[in-house]
């Protein structure tokens, strides 16, 4: 397919943050309205760009969609700082999603939302923050993250280890480990992780799941979109893993900053938010079990029912869902169908 047009449209974060928009595609001409894609922890916006025949921003603009990108202060496009969910829901997501009301002139819009993008995105909804999103397409985790025993493990009794050498992991180090530090993780992840992918990926696996990869299945991703994962993963502060591993216990999102506009448990009380939600979740996730989708719609349908859905794809894991060779024929058309959906 040819390239697609993108326009960097700038934003403020409400503690004062300089963030990221990109616009895709035809922009005011396109023949639906907006969509926000909202990346996870460690990436960036480009991570829904991936160099296969046709990846999901070009599916998007292709069906008449005005897609827009964020990237919040947990991109690596970005200046690194020590994030917490909490400051992306209450800072980023909403002054996202006002930017693209303000320029478009739309009053309503919708999202897809990928794991930590999407738990944060979650925290935003439910605190009511964000009531111009009528429609939410969430991947791998939103209200109850679930995780592997082993992953359980490395939460409880690697993280306070970790915080006593460093303040964050950088799967960079499988390019250039920059002190003694960073070169004992990295042998630490290339020693424990013996699949055939480079020294970043493995590092990837090692950071954020307990697979083997964590992220993806092999088999589904091809040669070129290997080498490019390379560079599309970076810093990621040890201040969201603190948070994740509370959240973990509780088995649903809590917040731990005490900002006014949050609530303290988000599985408590009623939903703040009308949107229509999808859950995905790939079967072979080990980075966030498939349990966090199916805990979080049952959630959802116990106090709105029959108005939201669930997938779980059999042969997924967790990132291939959207950079999949087979993903534009297995995944898309349910996302689509889901953004499609009648209010």
Same mark, same amino acid.
């Given at each position: 397919? $040819?390239?697609?047009? *993108?326009?960097?449209?700038?934003?403020?974060?409400?503690?004062?943050?300089?963030?990221?928009?990109?616009?895709?595609?035809?922009?005011? #001409?396109? !023949? !639906?309205?907006?969509?926000?894609?909202?990346?996870? %922890?460690?990436?960036?916006?480009?991570?829904? *760009?991936?160099?296969?025949? /046709?990846?999901?921003?070009?599916?998007?603009?292709? /069906?008449?969609?005005?897609?827009?990108?964020? #990237?919040?202060?947990?991109?690596?496009?970005?200046?690194? &700082?020590?994030? @917490?969910?909490?400051?992306?829901?209450?800072?980023?997501?909403?002054?996202?999603?006002?930017?693209?009301? /303000?320029?478009?002139?739309?009053?309503?819009?919708?999202?897809?939302?990928? &794991?930590?993008?999407?738990? +944060?995105? @979650?925290? +935003?909804?439910? %605190?009511?923050?964000?009531?111009?999103?009528?429609?939410?397409? $969430?991947?791998?985790? +939103?209200?109850?993250?679930?995780?592997?025993?082993?992953?359980?493990?490395?939460? %409880?009794? @690697?993280?306070?280890?970790?915080?006593?050498?460093?303040?964050?992991?950088?799967?960079?180090?499988?390019?250039?480990?920059?002190?003694?530090?960073?070169?004992?993780?990295?042998?630490?992840?290339?020693?424990?992780?013996?699949?055939?992918?480079?020294?970043?990926?493995?590092?990837?696996?090692? $950071?954020?799941?307990?697979?083997?990869?964590?992220?993806?299945?092999?088999?589904?991703?091809?040669?070129?979109?290997?080498?490019?994962?390379?560079?599309?993963?970076?810093?990621?502060?040890? @201040?969201?893993?603190?948070?994740?591993?509370?959240?973990?216990?509780?088995?649903?999102?809590?917040?731990?900053?005490?900002?006014?506009?949050?609530?303290?448990?988000?599985? +408590?009380?009623?939903?703040?938010?009308?949107?229509?939600?999808?859950?995905?979740?790939? %079967?072979?996730?080990?980075?966030?079990?498939?349990?966090?989708?199916?805990?979080?719609?049952?959630?959802?349908?116990?106090? *709105?029912?029959?108005?939201?859905?669930?997938?779980?794809?059999?042969?997924?894991?967790?990132?291939?869902?959207?950079?999949?060779?087979?993903?534009?024929?297995?995944?898309?058309?349910?996302?689509?169908?889901?953004? *499609?959906?009648?209010?």
């Amino acid at each position: 397919m $040819t390239a697609l047009r *993108q326009q960097a449209v700038p934003f403020t974060a409400g503690d004062g943050r300089a963030l990221r928009l990109w616009r895709v595609g035809p922009g005011d #001409d396109a !023949r !639906r309205g907006p969509v926000l894609l909202v990346h996870g %922890a460690g990436v960036r916006s480009n991570i829904f *760009q991936a160099p296969v025949r /046709e990846n999901l921003v070009q599916r998007l603009v292709a /069906e008449g969609y005005d897609v827009w990108l964020e #990237d919040w202060r947990a991109s690596i496009d970005l200046p690194p &700082c020590d994030w @917490t969910l909490d400051q992306a829901a209450v800072h980023d997501h909403p002054l996202a999603v006002r930017k693209i009301v /303000e320029v478009t002139g739309r009053s309503r819009l919708k999202a897809v939302i990928h &794991c930590q993008g999407s738990t +944060s995105f @979650t925290m +935003s909804a439910l %605190a009511g923050l964000m009531p111009q999103v009528d429609t939410i397409v $969430t991947n791998a985790v +939103s209200l109850c993250p679930v995780i592997p025993a082993f992953s359980r493990f490395k939460l %409880a009794f @690697t993280l306070p280890l970790l915080h006593r050498l460093l303040d964050g992991l950088d799967p960079q180090w499988g390019e250039f480990a920059p002190d003694w530090r960073a070169r004992l993780i990295r042998a630490v992840a290339v020693g424990t992780h013996f699949e055939a992918e480079n020294a970043v990926s493995k590092l990837v696996s090692f $950071t954020y799941g307990s697979g083997h990869p964590a992220l993806w299945r092999h088999e589904h991703l091809n040669a070129a979109t290997l080498d490019w994962l390379r560079h599309e993963f970076a810093r990621v502060p040890l @201040t969201f893993f603190d948070q994740i591993r509370t959240c973990v216990r509780a088995g649903h999102l809590v917040s731990v900053e005490g900002l006014p506009q949050l609530p303290p448990d988000f599985a +408590s009380g009623p939903l703040r938010t009308e949107a229509r939600w999808t859950f995905l979740a790939g %079967a072979l996730n080990r980075c966030f079990l498939p349990q966090s989708q199916v805990r979080a719609h049952a959630h959802f349908e116990a106090r *709105q029912p029959g108005r939201h859905r669930l997938h779980v794809f059999s042969r997924y894991s967790h990132l291939d869902i959207f950079m999949g060779q087979s993903a534009s024929a297995d995944v898309f058309p349910v996302i689509l169908s889901a953004l *499609q959906a009648p209010g």
